[in-house]
């Protein structure tokens, strides 16, 4: 198995996967210290540090079990960013990024995670 640490989606991976878990452990370092809403914060951190290994997976994952990292990858982000990025809004602010953005980010996890599992059994075309 080749594995493809050097490609641009290895790389592109490997920098979302060091920015969710910086942005995980500010959170929780936020509601280890908050005030009655820190468990937003909590929350927040928590689906961030869910998704970077697995973005650290994606990026070591060997090219021939994927038929691509960044569906999957790019989803991950997205949906953390709508939906930890809407409670740490509400926690700081009081407002919302937008109406429904954490019910939409936490969907579009599940599709990033669906994505995961079609990519993984779905075989690469001959190259």
């Known amino acids: 198995m080749n594995l493809d640490r050097s490609s641009a989606s290895s790389r592109v991976c490997l920098g979302c996967a060091g920015l969710l878990g910086a942005f995980g452990t500010g959170g929780a ?6 005030g009655a809403n820190a468990w937003l914060a909590g929350i927040a951190a928590a689906i961030a540090f869910v998704h ?3 973005l650290l997976a994606l990026a070591f994952a060997p090219r021939e079990m994927l038929r691509t990292r960044l569906l999957p990858a790019g989803l991950m982000v997205l949906g953390v960013g709508l939906f930890s990025g809407d409670l740490a809004m509400r926690l700081a602010t009081g407002e919302r990024l937008f109406p429904n953005a954490a019910p939409i980010g936490g969907s579009i996890l599940i599709l990033a995670w669906a994505s995961l599992i079609l ?4 075989p690469r075309r001959a190259t």
């Open 29 to 34: 370092a936020f509601a280890a210290h908050g």
């Open 119 to 122: 990519l993984a059994v779905w």
């Open 52 to 54: 970077a290994p697995a």
